[in-house]
């Protein structure tokens, strides 16, 4: 266990529709950082808050939202879903914000678009 | 283009056996590379954070190895157990942003008793 959560565990929706993926980070660790996994593009980042702030991105369509909150849990909003937005969506977090931080990954949310 | 490249796609071995798995990249400016394991439907684990003045790093039966010149790193596992399979990817940061986060596609290892 990593210490890192995230809810839900497993979400079915329709294209067109919004979700919203939640990640509660280690106690002590202000860096969040969200990944997609899809089966045909792999392991991508998406984007990092680091303190409520945002920090880095990556391969975030405009689709897609995220925000830290205060308490520093942070969540992933994705809006008119397409059915390639099916995938693994990780988050995981660390203690700062740099890329030599050892990141610890949650378990994952699996998002299924019918 | 920043790439990275992992070798063999799959490798199944048995119990008890050494193997070593194999990472090429393209990635300029290079800030670090990391070594993951990833069991099925699981989040990742860090195994390996390497920079580029570090050649080695073990973390128990686990050793990666880094040549920045050649720009190749190595997973070498000892005495595989069944628990080590899993995928292992190599994950390469190409400076000191995040936003330059590049994913190897992985290496499937399967330990056969």
């Known amino acids: 266990d990593s210490g890192v959560t995230q809810t839900p565990k497993h979400l079915i929706t329709a294209t067109g529709q919004r979700v919203t993926l939640r990640c509660s980070p280690r106690?002590?660790?202000?860096?969040v950082y969200w990944y997609q996994q899809s089966l045909d593009q792999g392991l991508q980042f998406l984007i990092q808050?680091?303190?409520?702030?945002?920090?880095a991105k990556g391969n975030i369509l405009e689709r897609f939202s995220a925000q830290q909150f205060p308490d520093l849990h942070s969540e992933l909003n994705l809006s008119s879903l397409e059915l390639g937005d099916s995938a693994l969506y990780f988050c995981?977090?660390?203690?700062?914000?740099?890329?030599?931080?050892?990141?610890?990954f949650g378990p994952g949310t699996r998002l299924l678009v019918l | 283009k920043n790439q990275v490249e992992q070798s063999p796609q799959s490798l199944i071995i048995l119990e008890g056996k050494n193997c070593t798995l194999q990472?090429?990249?393209?990635?300029?400016?290079?800030?670090?590379l990391r070594w993951y394991k990833q069991d099925t439907g699981r989040g990742p684990v860090s195994l390996t954070i390497m920079t580029f003045s570090e050649n080695t790093k073990s973390n128990g039966r686990y050793t990666a190895t880094l040549d920045a010149d050649t720009k190749q790193s190595s997973l070498h596992i000892t005495a595989s157990q069944l628990s080590d399979s899993a995928s292992y990817i190599c994950?390469?940061?190409?400076?000191?942003?995040?936003?330059?986060?590049?994913f190897g596609s992985g290496t499937r290892l399967s330990i056969r008793p």
């Open positions: 106690s002590g660790d202000l860096s």
């Open positions: 994950v390469v940061s190409a400076d000191s942003s995040a936003s330059k986060i590049i």
């Open positions: 990472c090429n990249y393209t990635v300029s400016p290079f800030s670090n």
């Open positions: 995981a977090s660390s203690v700062g914000p740099g890329v030599k931080e050892t990141q610890y």
């Open positions: 808050y680091y303190n409520g702030e945002e920090r």
